[in-house]
């Protein structure tokens, strides 16, 4: 199957652009497994994997992996399963079976995967990947930071706008060894909601798709409403797409917390085409007068927490195992 690739940042819109190509009655866009963020870049710790122990851990780690995630699949894998199926010996094989997998379940016939970090294992992707494409959907760092301040992930603008920063200027890295040669589309998550069907289909016809109406109906499938339940980062996309979602960072960001996310993140935004709001400050001088970000932390209800819990675990015990076959740290 043809495989395209998101790349992304937390609370930047991905799901929604993940939902909308999982849409398409071509496409499997699954909610996000983080497999290959995770496992990629420790492939190393796992060896040669010609031999037989060290493909059996990553195999029998893989699955696990799968059997503890926090997404909601129609179809699951198990160790002796990708052995008996994988034809080469290597991650990239791996991800490939258990893709398909899903797709074929779901009768699609092409795969969009969402991972966050995705420029971190660009390298990886594109050897194994080569035929791929790639779509990097970015948002303003001011409404992204705000979005995290209401979410369950910790912190305000002091933790969101580094990794904002971060994000875009590595994947700007990757954006200027692709778009040379037509093999990465950026889109913004302003343009994907004011301007879904006309988005949608650039979108489609940089991945050589036909558009599809039913890309904009993803809220209805059984699968997306299954999620949406299931975790309450992902609720919004249990409805239609928000039209005016954009710029609410006006209204419910102070003045110095905007400020603040401007100094930090300008050089990105302006490459980027969002203009600041207010002439540039002084960002460690501005952290001083920011709030208390202890006071925006949301936590997980109780049933969530406990569906959570099993991947917490497992990702602790994954990370000991990892650090008993090395001595290099990567987290």
């Known amino acids: 199957m043809q495989f395209d690739f998101l790349i992304c940042s937390e609370r930047s819109g991905s799901n929604l652009i993940t939902k909308v190509m999982d849409g398409h009655p071509k496409v499997c866009g699954p909610f996000p497994s983080h497999m290959m963020r995770h496992i990629a870049p420790n492939l190393f710790r796992y060896g040669d994997l010609k031999d037989d122990a060290h493909w059996s851990n990553l195999t029998e780690e893989t699955a696990e992996y799968l059997q503890n995630m926090f997404a909601r699949w129609e179809t699951s894998v198990t160790a002796s399963e990708l052995r008996a199926s ?53 948002r303003d760092p001011r409404d992204m930071a705000l979005c995290q301040r209401g979410s369950i992930l910790p912190g305000g603008v002091q933790r969101a706008a580094p990794v ?34 006309k988005t949608s289909r650039r979108v489609c016809e940089f991945l ?56 930090v993140c300008s050089p990105e935004m302006r490459f980027l085409g969002y203009e600041p709001d207010y002439p540039l400050g002084d960002a460690d001088e501005l952290r001083k007068e920011l709030p208390d970000e202890a006071r925006f932390e949301v936590p997980r ?6 569906r959570f819990e099993p991947w917490r675990q497992f990702t602790i015990r994954l990370r000991e195992r990892w650090s008993q076959r090395g001595t290099v740290s990567v987290s």
């Open 301 to 306: 209800n109780e049933e969530e927490q406990a």
């Open 164 to 197: 904002w920063k971060n994000d875009q200027g590595e994947t700007l890295k990757v954006y200027g060894y692709l778009s040379g040669i037509g093999k990465i589309l950026l889109v913004k998550f302003e343009e994907l909601v004011s301007e879904a069907e």
């Open 86 to 138: 994988c034809a080469e010996r290597n991650f990239a094989a791996v991800v490939r079976y258990v893709y398909e997998k899903e797709a074929a379940a779901r009768g699609k016939s092409r795969v969009f995967v969402k991972e966050n970090h995705a420029f971190e294992f660009i390298a990886f992707t594109l050897a194994h990947f080569p035929e791929s494409r790639f779509i990097w959907v970015v």
């Open 208 to 263: 050589d798709l036909p558009y599809a109406p039913e890309m904009l109906e993803f809220h209805k499938a059984p699968n997306v409403a299954k999620n949406a339940a299931w975790n309450t980062a992902w609720a919004d996309l249990g409805g239609p797409i928000l039209t005016d979602n954009f710029g609410q960072y006006k209204q419910e960001l102070s003045e110095v917390e905007i400020r603040y996310v401007e100094a």
